[in-house]
Structure formats: C-alpha cells, structure tokens
C-alpha cells in the first residue's frame, strides 16, 4: 500500500444513529446507559422532516435521529437497515481542505462543504460515503461556540442521567461484505492515510462453526481506530454473515466505549438491565492457565461474564452487550484499558462460542 499524508483527524465529533423512533431511543440510552440528553432539532426548532436527538456521557456523544417524512434519508436507512449506525463524524481543523483532498484522493463526496450559521457561530461540515450507506462527516468547530450546532436547542430535561463512567469511543468496527475487507483497509490507507495497526487471520478467530477476518486502520494519535471485518468460511454461518443478511449489506457492527473501571461499569448496566453476551463457564475455569496476574478477582469477572486479555503493553477488560435492536446488528463492547492496545485477540474464539450460543437459539447457525 502507497503510504499517503495522513489527513489531520482530531477524533471522533459525534456518532449518529438513524433509529425508527428517536424519542424511544433516547430514552433507553438514557437510563440504559447513562447518556444525558443535552440538544434536540425537529420542527420546533425550523427542522421540518426530522428529529434529532444529542446525548452525552463525558467525550461520547451520540446523535439519534428519526425522519419525520417517508422519504427522509433517515426513514430509508432504517426501513432496510433497520436501527443502526449511520455516521460517525470527526472533528477537524480546515473542512474545506480536507473534503477536497478526501475526494482527490478517491473518496465518494456526498456533501460540499456548508456552513450553518446562528447567534452562536458558524459551524462548517461536509461528508463523505464510507463502507454500505455510513458516511463520515467533517466538522470544524472552531469558529462554533454553541451546545452542538445550528437548529439545536438545549434540552432542559427535569431527569438526569445517571452516569455509568463511560469516557470515550475505543474503536468503532465496521463489518463488510465477504472478500471486501482488503478493499476498505486500502481505502482508508488511500483516503485517510490510516495504517494498519495489527491483523488476526480466520485461524486466530474461528470456532468450529464461524469465522472472521480482521484488520484494525487507525489514525497516528490513536484517536481514530476501525477495526474492519469480514466473514471467513466456517463449518456453519458466519455471525459476520449473519449481520450482513440482517443488515442489507455492510456497516457498523460494534462501537466500543472505554470505561476507567469496568466491574463498577458493568455492575450498574446489569442493574438496569442491560443484557450481556453469556461468556461460557468454561472460559473461566481455561482463564488461569492463560493468565497469570489477573487484572481482577477471578470470581468477580465470572459472576460479571467480563473477558480479559494481554499483550506485551498490558491487560485489557472487556465485554460486549447483546444487540441493542430486534435485529442482531449493532452492539456496544466496554472496555478498559490496563496498558494494553489489544481488540481481544485472545478472547475472540471464547467471545464466539458465546455469540454462537445466541445464535442459535434464533436458529442462524
Ligand atoms: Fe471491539
């Protein structure tokens, strides 16, 4: 691959989720999760074929958005999509630079670049199609000193979130279609200037029944990471596979949120009644021989279903919620980070053989 300059990313802005109602949805991030609602955008704020809703736990902020009209980009999107992510924008510096040299580079425009104007600024964006219908937009807030953005109002809401010690987006991971994966890794290395930070091959992470591929693109600072995945041949259905046919096609299948103290994290979730992946006894009972200096009491990361790994830098948490819709696509994974820069490598087979469990109980393996 041709190394190019990399484009000059801050990070991830927000991310926005199309979802089928927007009202609902915020609520069950909300006291799901732990997300404050902060903004709103819909017809009592001059926006007539749309809401939008922003919700924040300290650097993430979640966009959800729902098309008031039928033929709304959002309503379209969830109709063959169903809910799920749409955009996940960065932050940058000089929009009208970037977009230019994203497009040069091969990218596909799908908006110019604009500006949006109100008493509190102006807030330039432009965007760009990446893998399936998410897009990535660009957003310069330097000359912006509002709460999100032009047509927003601040919501005063009497409930407050209670927060989960949810930080910042880890990595957010795209899954493609069979075969496609090397084309997306060559793309954001061609688009973005990303490089590739570590591969796992089909025989790293398959099981008996169900396989994937994998390659992680980041940004130098480490702020921007994709891990991109597709399905490899398994003796039965890949759970990548499985997305993809829910799906309609290619898109975001997990993002993951770091936390400083997952057992405080997941405790709380699991009160309110988050649902999470059942790792299976027996990865507990294998977890000592793998590991030694457990980053946590044995019994408590069994009674919580959490994973751990290791690399050379340190350990890593981790554990993945079920699907956060009626159709098996998008999941959330929390992670916390004890020096570690692994995705969980050493967990992916255990994490399968979890995944396959649910699977077949919907009768997709
Ligand atoms: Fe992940």
Redesign the pocket.
């Known amino acids: 691959m041709q190394q190019v300059e990399q484009l000059p990313i801050e990070g991830i802005d927000y991310v926005e989720l199309y979802v089928g109602n927007a009202k609902q949805a915020a609520f069950f991030y909300q006291n799901a999760f732990g997300f404050q609602p902060v903004a709103y955008s819909g017809p009592e704020t001059g926006v007539k074929d749309k809401v939008s809703y922003l919700l924040q736990q300290s650097d993430i902020r979640l966009l959800l958005t729902t098309g008031l009209v039928p033929d709304h980009p959002a309503s379209r999107f969830v109709q063959t999509h169903g809910d799920g992510v749409a955009d996940i924008a960065m932050r940058v510096q000089n929009v009208d630079w970037l977009y230019k040299e994203a497009v040069k580079r091969g990218a596909k425009g799908i908006m110019e670049p604009r500006v949006l104007k109100d008493e509190h600024g102006a807030l330039k964006g432009a965007a760009i199609s990446a893998y399936g219908d998410t897009v990535h937009t660009f957003i310069e807030r330097s000359q912006y000193k509002g709460t999100f953005a032009p047509h927003f109002k601040a919501i005063e809401s009497k409930m407050k979130a209670e927060p989960v010690g949810l930080r910042r987006v880890?990595?957010v991971?795209a899954n493609v279609e069979e075969g496609k994966m090397d084309y997306w890794v060559e793309w954001y290395g061609r688009v973005f200037g990303f490089t590739q930070l570590v591969s796992f091959d089909d025989r790293d992470i398959s099981t008996e029944y169900s396989a994937l591929k994998s390659k992680v693109m980041r940004n130098v600072s480490g702020t921007v990471k994709f891990?991109i995945n597709e399905p490899a041949r398994g003796k039965k259905k890949s759970q990548i596979q499985e997305y993809l046919e829910f799906f309609k096609g290619a898109g975001v299948q997990?993002l993951?949120i770091s936390t400083d103290d997952l057992v405080s994290t997941v405790t709380k979730l699991q009160s309110r009644g988050v649902e999470f992946l059942l790792t299976p006894d027996s990865y507990y009972d294998e977890l000592p021989k793998r590991m030694k200096d457990l980053p946590e009491k044995l019994e408590t990361l069994r009674q919580l279903r959490i994973l751990v790994d290791k690399d050379d830098k340190g350990s890593m948490l981790?554990i993945?919620t079920k699907p956060l819709q009626d159709r098996p696509t998008l999941f959330f994974?929390l992670?916390q980070r004890k020096g570690s820069e692994s995705?969980?490598k050493g967990n992916f087979k255990a994490l399968f053989q979890a995944i396959e469990l649910e699977q077949e109980k919907r009768g997709n393996l």
């Open positions: 880890d990595h991971v891990p997990h993951a981790q993945f994974e992670i995705f969980g």
